[in-house]
């Protein structure tokens, strides 16, 4: 017996379609696009009707009757959350019943000022040239801290509320330093304008990060990586495996940013908080990128370019095992390293604004490492001949 898909509702088949073909114009793997489409088909034929007449109750009370995971339930509904978002960006609804993406991580805090100093905070964070990254992941933390303290305002609170919140977040020592330092950038804002005398997070106490070793990619690796892959799964390998890019310095790269000089190809980087830096590419790979069209050289279709986290999914797609976009980059400074010893022209090429951190990327030969304990092996006799 031949298996045939429900047909959609009438007012659900032109919006889905429409999705589709723009999911596919932005470069998503197959498997993706199938499973979006199946999550949204579902979603069609629980809610007949207008799909901009679902509310969020309706899907809420949907999801919670099915035999679902957590897991299962969220990933369903961030998929209809970027439906909608897609819905939006068409006009065709102003009210997605889906929660927003950012204010769905903690509910609004029930003291109406926390709000009104957040969103003060958060002009002031813009003024100060902050992304809106940055501004989101801050205000995400005051606002968790918030709904912990719903009687209380951001004034009010003193360094033991702060220390015990921090305490129970139960999360690893990157989490806890990000929490840590919004933490004391809100309050040093609170007395730089007045709003408070003393700062609570002053004393706050330090997070122990333990160091992790460098992971860099093998060369095997990104040569297995390399064959068979498309032409952007390509130039993004390259950029994080022999020019040491961020994921998302690579999924901004202009073909304007493109230089040739007297010694090679250049390449103009804009970092993280808009620090831009000069990277010089093999001639090779400068005269293969400057021939690709003008523009963004991974342009999402609409004019912009492809998300950091839709690039890193490409490049996942061809790196092998438990290698990632970011261990390209471990793997352009051990190399960088190995070749000169010079750790600040590292730092610079990853535009590290710390030496510390350029350490953790990092690996030092094993040839050194070999070599120094020979030396140290070498033991002198008092009337200066070797010993044993």
């Not at 927003?100 to 964070?125: D, F, G």
């Not at 003193?158 to 806890?176: H, K, P």
């Not at 799964?233 to 994080?240: C, K, M, R, T, V």
Request: glycine content about 8%.
């Amino acid at each position: 017996m031949t298996m045939t898909a429900r047909s959609l509702p009438e007012q659900w088949r032109q919006p889905i379609e429409c999705w589709e073909a723009r999911l596919r114009a932005d470069g998503f793997a197959e498997g993706t696009i199938r499973d979006r489409l199946r999550s949204v088909r579902r979603a069609a034929h629980a809610f007949a009707g207008s799909p901009w007449d679902v509310t969020g109750e309706r899907l809420q009370a949907y999801a919670e009757q099915q035999a679902w995971s957590r897991q299962t339930r969220g990933t369903w509904m961030r998929t209809l959350r970027l439906f909608y978002e897609f819905a939006v960006t068409k006009g065709w609804t102003d009210q997605p019943p889906t929660p927003a993406r950012h204010a769905s991580l903690v509910h609004q805090p029930a003291a109406a000022i926390w709000s009104a100093e957040l969103n003060a905070w958060a002009s002031w964070l813009s003024a100060s040239g902050q992304s809106q990254q940055t501004i989101r992941q801050r205000t995400y933390v005051l606002r968790r801290l918030a709904c912990a303290h719903p009687q209380w305002g951001p004034w009010e609170l003193e360094l033991d509320d702060l220390t015990t919140w921090m305490g129970s977040l139960g999360v690893g020592s990157a989490a806890l330093r990000v929490a840590r330092q919004s933490l004391r950038a809100f309050y040093r804002w609170g007395v730089a304008t007045a709003r408070i005398a003393v700062d609570p997070s002053a004393e706050l106490p330090a997070v122990r990060h333990p160091r992790a070793l460098p992971r860099p990619a093998p060369d095997a690796v990104i040569v297995s990586a390399l064959d068979g892959a498309d032409v952007r799964q390509a130039d993004a390998i390259e950029l994080g495996a022999v020019a040491g890019l961020r994921r998302s310095e690579i999924a901004r790269v202009r073909t304007e940013d493109l230089v040739q000089r007297p010694d090679g190809w250049w390449l103009r980087v804009t970092g993280k908080g808009g620090v831009e830096r000069d990277v010089p590419l093999p001639d090779d790979l400068g005269a293969r990128l400057s021939s690709r069209s003008r523009g963004w050289l991974f342009p999402n279709g609409r004019g912009g370019h492809l998300t950091p986290a839709h690039l890193g999914k490409l490049m996942r797609e061809r790196l092998s095992d438990h290698w990632t976009p970011h261990t390209l980059r471990h793997r352009f400074a051990s190399t960088a390293y190995a070749a000169e010893r010079d750790y600040r022209a590292v730092q610079e090429l990853l535009g590290h604004a710390n030496v510390n951190t350029t350490m953790i990327y990092t690996a030092v030969p094993g040839s050194a490492r070999r070599n120094a304990v020979m030396a140290a092996a070498m033991l002198t006799s008092p009337d200066g001949g070797g010993g044993a």
